[in-house]
């Protein structure tokens, strides 16, 4: 039976799960598998050209029909980012996640196209910028999150923000089951955003050897890279990120990290170097252990979620 929040109603999906915007990887086969599953799955432009972005959100079209729920990812540390934003507008895509820099610039725009905007927020004070700006819902992102991160985990971020929301707030980072959605349900959230349970899907275009690397990986195997630049990237340690590191913390200086990370999500991702890349992932890993179709995923997510919650009474 679908659920009702303030973010399935927003949307009109059955679940409140989002699938992140992952560079390279997030592109129209898994966002319309996602909405398949009665979800919403984001195109993520980071890595695609502005063709290959229009090109996957035609695909995701072609395979849902005209009332298919998807949305894209909108980098904004991307320097084609202006071109994706106007196909985002053509294309009227349902909705927009916005990353990587200032959003309230674009909510004009993407509004009068009909384009819901949803920004990711690192704190309080642009939760509520947003908000005030009018942005339909927001991501709050922990720095539990593979890739860009932020400086707090997510339970302070729900703690901080949650009390002075309205819209919709979705929550972000190291959530890879039901018990996770669970928790950020009874906080107060009205749906979670998941990337790295997805780069096991399936319908995920991640190579191989990087998603061999995940179901590999134990607690302890991530790492983050930039946290003293102010550009923190999560992953997978490997080669690269102790060589990173390495140049990071004996003061490098930031020309020469820039040119180190040049690259590798590409290796990673793409080409499945596992070593010299960068294989982005969250910090919730030791039960990421098979790869299954995602309708498959969101059937255990949906499952684990509801007896959660049925047994949480139990508890006190």
Not at 8 to 28: E, F, H, R, V
């Amino acid at each position: 039976m679908p659920w009702k929040t303030k973010l399935t109603k927003l949307l009109s999906i059955d679940y409140p799960i989002i699938q992140g915007g992952m560079a390279y990887i997030s592109d129209g086969l898994l966002a319309a598998a996602m909405a398949h599953a009665g979800c919403a799955g984001v195109i993520g432009s980071g890595g695609f050209t502005t063709d290959e972005v229009r090109d996957n959100i035609r695909r995701a079209k072609d395979i849902l029909g005209p009332r298919g729920i998807f949305g894209v990812n909108l980098m904004l540390q991307a320097p084609n980012k202006d071109d994706v934003a106007q196909i985002i507008c053509d294309e009227k895509v349902p909705f927009v996640t916005l990353g990587a820099g200032n959003p309230l610039p674009w909510f004009d725009d993407l509004h009068h196209a009909g384009v819901k905007c949803i920004p990711v927020v690192p704190n309080v004070k642009l939760a509520k910028r947003v908000q005030d700006a009018g942005a339909d819902a927001l991501v709050v992102e922990g720095m539990e999150a593979g890739g860009h991160d932020g400086k707090l985990t997510l339970m302070a971020l729900l703690e901080n923000v949650l009390p002075d929301i309205e819209i919709p707030v979705i929550a972000a980072g190291g959530i890879v089951d039901g018990r996770g959605i669970a928790a950020a349900l009874v906080m107060g959230a009205s749906g979670v955003q998941m990337g790295t349970r997805f780069l096991l899907a399936e319908e995920c275009r991640l190579h191989p050897k990087a998603k061999e690397a995940i179901i590999k990986a134990q607690d302890t195997d991530s790492t983050v890279t930039g946290f003293t630049t102010g550009d923190s990237v999560r992953g997978l340690k490997n080669a690269f990120s102790e060589k990173y590191l390495k140049a990071e913390y004996s003061g490098s200086p930031l020309e020469e990290l820039i040119s180190l990370a040049v690259g590798t999500t590409r290796k990673g991702a793409v080409e499945g170097d596992t070593e010299n890349g960068y294989v982005l992932a969250g910090m919730s890993l030791t039960h990421l252990t098979r790869i299954q179709p995602v309708e498959e995923i969101v059937e255990e997510l949906v499952s684990e979620t509801e007896r959660t919650l049925a047994g949480a009474k139990g508890l006190i």
